[in-house]
């Protein structure tokens, strides 16, 4: 009765084609990926709250943190690409923190 459900849940949120096809991988497997998807998601603001704001060792020798010795100084750092929507305050202060963290 638990795996009809479940397997109903998933046709219902487009996750599977069918109730049949839900329950072939089994059931753990279903509610793993149901419990991925609603999953809640550290925020941006509190990813970066736990930052600290100056470079500490461990991001200074971790290669893919800081770029390599021999980078070109004139060349972009990478920052996450803007959605398209028109930047917040809150957006422009965490873009502002990832980018002072990488020339830091």
């Known amino acids: 009765a638990d795996d009809a459900r479940v ?9 599977a084609e069918d109730e049949a ?3 072939a991988d089994g059931r ?9 998807r609603f ?10 709250a736990a930052l600290p704001l100056y470079p500490d060792e461990r ?3 971790d290669p893919h943190q800081v770029p ?3 980078a070109r100084t004139d060349a972009c750092l ?9 930047l917040s305050l809150r957006d422009y202060l965490l873009r502002n923190f990832a980018l002072y963290r990488l020339e830091a």
Do not use: I, T
């Open 21 to 23: 096809g839900a329950l």
């Open 68 to 70: 390599p010795g021999d």
């Open 7 to 15: 397997a109903r849940l998933a046709v219902e949120l487009d996750m």
């Open 78 to 86: 990478a920052l996450p690409k803007l959605n398209l929507q028109f």
């Open 39 to 48: 999953a809640a998601r550290p925020s941006p603001l509190e990813a970066a």
């Open 59 to 61: 991001v200074l020798w």
């Open 28 to 36: 753990e497997l279903l509610v793993d990926r149901l419990a991925r």
